[in-house]
Structures are given as structure tokens and as C-alpha cells.
Nanobody, 124 residues
Framework: QVQLVESGGGLVQAGGSLRLSCVASRRTFSWYAMGWFRQAPGKEREFVVAINWSGGSTTSADFVKGRFTISRDNDKNTVYLEMNSLKPEDTAVYYC?????????????????WGQGTQVTVSS
């Protein structure tokens, strides 16, 4: 079992930046690929970005367009999401997820563990 705890969400103006963190409870954190997903009110959950076990490979949704960066520190059991040039349409609850595979994957159904989410609100 892996517990994931996100932090770093908040209210920011359009064009601003936020850095989300997700800490995993398991010492074998490096065995898991990690992903960030989001869900806006009234919409389905969507993939944002994912990273493989080592941090050497990432995959991201088209709307990221270089604005968001995922990284991980396996020594700290933590994955990060650096978000820049935020837009009002980025407003959502952001979820961290872990999958028992080493490769990054955009499909939410392939992830085994999910955090509770952190709210990101971007004002215009």
C-alpha cells in the first residue's frame, strides 16, 4: 500500500506559478512511475503529466505545452509539478498517482494509488 499526500495548491493570478509536491509513504518509491492528473468542476479527470521511475522520461498532455514540468526526488519519496504561465482554465483539483510499473503512462486506469488532491485556483 502506498499513501500519497499532495501539497502546494492555492490561489494564484493568471500568469503566475505554483509548485505542487506529492510525498509517498513507501520506501520503494523508486519502483513506481508517477503521474499528475486534474479534475475541474463538472468535468472528467484528465491526464496532465507523468514521469518514469528514474525521472529520465516524461510524457505530458498537449495543453501543458512546456508550461508544466514534472520531476522527482527518489531520496525524498517526492514528485513535483512545477506549473508556470497558469491560466484560469488550469483551475482544478490536482491529483498525484502512482503505478506499480517503471514506465510513465497517461492512462489513469493504469495507476494503482491516488492522493486526496490539492486545489489549484487561477484567477483572471
Amino acid at each position: 500500500q502506498v499513501q500519497l499526500v499532495e501539497s502546494g495548491g492555492g490561489l494564484v493570478q493568471a500568469g503566475g506559478s505554483l509548485r505542487l509536491s506529492c510525498v509517498a509513504s513507501r520506501r520503494t518509491f523508486s519502483w513506481y512511475a508517477m503521474g499528475w492528473f486534474r479534475q475541474a468542476p463538472g468535468k472528467e479527470r484528465e491526464f496532465v503529466v507523468a514521469i518514469n521511475w528514474s525521472g529520465g522520461s516524461t510524457t505530458s498532455a498537449d495543453f501543458v505545452k512546456g508550461r508544466f514540468t514534472i520531476s522527482r526526488d527518489n531520496d525524498k519519496n517526492t514528485v513535483y509539478l512545477e506549473m508556470n504561465s497558469l491560466k484560469p482554465e488550469d483551475t482544478a483539483v490536482y491529483y498525484c498517482a502512482a503505478r506499480r510499473r517503471i514506465g510513465a503512462n497517461p492512462a489513469g486506469e493504469t495507476y494503482d494509488y491516488w492522493g486526496q488532491g490539492t486545489q489549484v485556483t487561477v484567477s483572471s
